[in-house]
C-alpha cells in the first residue's frame, strides 16, 4: 500500500463524520501495518510518548483553564464596560464595542470557543434589546470571536509551533498585523450597517469609572504578551502567569468565583484536554512517521511538477485548508496538515512564519464554514437561534476574512512587520 493512498482514508472517513479520534488511529494503523517496514507496537507507544512530552504542551491546558475562569467571572464584563464607554458616542458604537471587547479578551485566553461565548453572553441580549438586528448579533459574536485565533496567544499558533518547530513567539508577533486588520474590517462594516443607529453621549466620567474597576482586565494582556515579547518569560511561564493572575483577579481581588467554581472549571478543562491531547498524540504519531517515509517530500516534488509558480501552489493549499476548516474541526487540521504543508511553502520561497500566518488564518474561516462551523453550531445553540439564521448571519463577515485572507498573502509584511522582517 502506497503512503500516499492514505489521503483518501482520511477523506473517506471525515466525510463519513467519523470522530476524528478513530479517524487519526485508523490511518496510524494503516501506516504501521502496511507503509512502514519493521514497524511494531513500541515504535507507536513510543511516538506517542514523544508528541506528548514536550514543555510547550503544558501552556494549552494552562491557557484553556485561564481562559474558562474569566470568562466564568467579571473579566468580559469590565472590558465590555470599558469598550462601551469608549464607542458610546459612535452609531453602531455597541456593535464595534463588542469586537473590541472580543480582540482584548482574545488577548488573554487564545480560544476563539471562550471568548465568543464569554462576550456573546453578554452582549448578544444587550445588541438585540439595543435594536441591532439578529442576523447582525449572531454574525458579529460567531466572527470576532474568531479573532481568539489570530491574536495572541493563539492555542492554534502553539500547536502549529509543535508540530512544525516554527517559533511560537514569531508567530505571536506575526498575529497583530492581521489581527489588527481584522478588527479594522470587522468595526468599519459594523459602522457603515448600523448607521442609523441612534447614537449616545460620550461619558467621560463612566470611562473614567469604568477604567478603574476594569484596570486589572486590561493589565492582564500587558504582562501577559509583554513578558513574552521581551524574552523574560516563555511561552509556557507565560501560560502559568495567566492562570496564576486569572485566579488571583477572579477568586481574591474581585471574589467572584469560589473553591466550588475552580473545581467545576477544572473538570471542564480536563474534559476538553481528553478530547485534544489523544488528537495531538495520534496525529503526531502519525507526522513522525510519514516523516520518515519521506512523506512530506514527496509532496514537495509533486507540487514542483505540477504547479509552476508560487500562486499556483498557494491556490491549491488554501483550497485545501478551506476545506479542511470546513469538514473538521481547526486543532485536528493544523495538527494533521501543517507538517506537511510547510515543507511546500518554504520550497516555494515562503517566510515559515508568513506561511504559519496563512495557513491560521485560512483556518480562523473553518470557525464559521458549514458544515461543521462549531462557533455557529455553539452560536445557534446559545442564543436559541436555527443553524440556517446563523449561516446566513455570518456571510458579510466570511468575506471580509476572505479579504484579509488575500491582504496577508499578497502583502507579507502585513505580519512580518511586527516580527522584525
Known amino acids: 500500500m502506497s503512503a500516499m493512498v492514505l489521503l483518501p482514508v482520511f477523506l473517506v472517513l471525515t466525510l463519513l463524520r467519523q470522530n476524528i479520534i478513530l479517524t487519526l488511529a485508523v490511518l496510524v494503523g494503516l501506516v504501521h501495518a502496511y507503509v512502514t517496514s519493521h514497524s511494531s507496537i513500541e515504535y507507536l507507544i513510543q511516538d506517542l510518548w514523544f508528541t506528548l512530552d514536550r514543555e510547550l504542551l503544558l501552556s494549552i491546558p494552562m491557557f484553556i483553564f ?11 464584563a469590565r472590558l465590555v464596560r470599558i469598550m462601551t464607554a469608549l464607542t458610546r458616542a459612535l452609531p453602531g458604537g455597541l456593535g464595534v464595542a463588542t469586537i473590541l471587547a472580543m480582540a482584548v479578551f482574545s488577548s488573554i485566553s487564545g480560544s476563539a470557543i471562550v471568548t465568543m461565548m464569554a462576550v456573546g453572553a453578554l452582549m448578544y441580549p444587550a445588541l438585540t434589546k439595543s435594536g441591532y438586528s439578529v442576523h447582525y448579533a449572531l454574525g458579529v459574536l460567531a466572527s470576532g470571536g474568531t479573532l481568539g485565533v489570530i491574536i495572541p496567544p493563539s492555542i492554534l499558533m502553539i500547536l502549529y509551533g509543535i508540530s512544525t518547530d516554527v517559533s511560537v513567539t514569531d508567530m505571536f508577533k506575526a498575529g497583530w498585523g492581521p489581527g489588527l486588520l481584522m478588527i479594522g474590517a470587522m468595526s468599519i462594516y459594523t459602522l457603515v450597517v448600523n448607521r442609523g443607529m441612534p447614537a449616545g453621549k460620550f461619558d467621560a466620567a463612566e470611562l473614567v469609572q469604568s477604567l478603574r474597576h476594569g484596570i486589572s482586565a486590561l493589565l492582564m494582556p500587558i504582562i501577559l504578551l509583554g513578558g513574552i515579547y521581551s524574552g523574560y518569560f516563555t511561552v509556557t511561564e507565560a501560560a502559568a502567569v495567566s492562570l496564576a493572575y486569572a485566579l488571583v483577579v477572579e477568586v481574591v481581588i474581585h ?12 473538570i471542564e478543562t480536563i474534559k476538553l484536554l481528553g478530547s485534544l491531547m489523544p488528537i495531538v498524540a495520534i496525529a503526531g504519531s502519525l507526522n513522525v512517521i510519514l516523516d520518515y517515509e519521506g512523506v512530506p517530500q514527496a509532496l514537495v516534488q509533486s507540487f514542483s511538477v505540477y504547479l509552476e509558480n508560487s500562486w499556483e501552489m498557494l491556490i491549491v493549499v488554501n483550497l485545501l485548508l478551506l476545506a479542511a476548516g470546513a469538514l473538521m474541526d481547526e486543532s485536528s487540521a493544523i495538527i494533521i496538515l501543517s507538517p506537511l504543508l510547510a515543507p511546500i511553502g518554504a520550497s516555494y520561497g515562503y517566510d515559515p512564519v508568513h506561511f504559519a500566518i496563512i495557513t491560521i488564518v485560512n483556518l480562523q474561516l473553518g470557525y464559521v464554514m458549514p458544515p461543521v462551523a462549531i462557533n455557529l453550531i455553539i452560536a445557534a445553540t446559545v442564543f436559541k437561534q436555527s443553524f440556517l439564521t446563523a449561516c446566513r448571519a455570518v456571510v458579510p463577515f466570511i468575506a471580509i476574512m476572505l479579504a484579509v485572507l488575500l491582504l496577508v498573502i499578497i502583502f507579507p509584511q502585513v505580519s512580518l512587520y511586527y516580527v522584525g522582517r
Open 66 to 76: 485561564a481562559g474558562v475562569i474569566m470568562s466564568r467571572g467579571s473579566i468580559a
Open 255 to 266: 471574589r467572584e468565583l469560589g473553591p466550588r467554581d475552580i473545581y467545576a472549571i477544572g
